[in-house]
Structures are given as C-alpha cells and as structure tokens.
C-alpha cells in the first residue's frame, strides 16, 4: 500500500504557473499525474519511473509541464507554466506499475483552477 498526498493547487490566472507537490509513503515503479476537469474523463498527464527518471508527457502538456522525483525524499512534483483555462481540474497523483493505467494507488487530488 502507497500513501500519496497531493499539496500546491489553487487558483491561478491564464498565462500563469503552479508547482505540485506529492509526498509518498513508499514506492512503485512509476509516479504520475492525472487531472479530471469538469465534464470531462481522467486525463493522463505525466509520468516519471522512479528508476532512472525517464518521464512521459501527454501531448497537450509538453513543453510546458515538467515532472520530477526526488529519490531521497519520496516526492514528486509537477511543474506547470503557462497555464490554460482547459487545465482546471482536480490534479491526482498516482503510484503504479506501468506509466499510465491502471495505477494502483491514488492521492486525495488537489484543485487546481485558471481564470481566464
């Protein structure tokens, strides 16, 4: 079993920026980040393996999202810039074999919101 707890949302204008933050209690072999928007289904939106720290983005995010871990702490953050509107959602932090589902274990989410 693997605790996760999400902390770093809020609200933030178009055009603006907000880092994420995960703190887990053990690990798997990947971290995640996923985001379900309003009238919208679960999005997968990146990804890091613990080993090694290859990361993996959704298309509509790259080059503006950035994923890391910190091996010595058991933490991970997503990176946000330049953010959308389209990107309010609740933000979910995953701990799982693969890089996108099914992930085994899931945070809390955080609410992350930008005003156009």
């Known amino acids: 079993q693997v605790q996760l707890v999400e902390s770093g949302g809020g609200l933030v204008q178009d055009g603006g920026s907000l880092r994420l933050s995960c703190a887990a209690s053990?690990?798997?072999?990947?971290m995640g980040w996923f985001r379900r928007g309003p009238w919208k289904e679960r999005e997968f939106v990146a990804s890091?393996?613990?080993?090694?720290?290859?990361?993996y983005y959704a298309n509509s995010v790259k080059g503006r999202f950035t994923i890391s871990r910190d091996n010595a702490k058991n933490t991970g953050s997503l990176e946000m810039n330049n953010l959308k509107p389209e990107a309010t959602a609740v933000y979910y932090c995953t701990a799982g074999r693969v890089r996108e589902l099914p992930a085994d274990f899931w945070g809390q989410g955080t609410q992350v919101t930008v005003s156009s």
């Open positions: 890091v393996r613990w080993s090694g720290g290859s990361t």
């Open positions: 053990g690990r798997s072999a990947y």
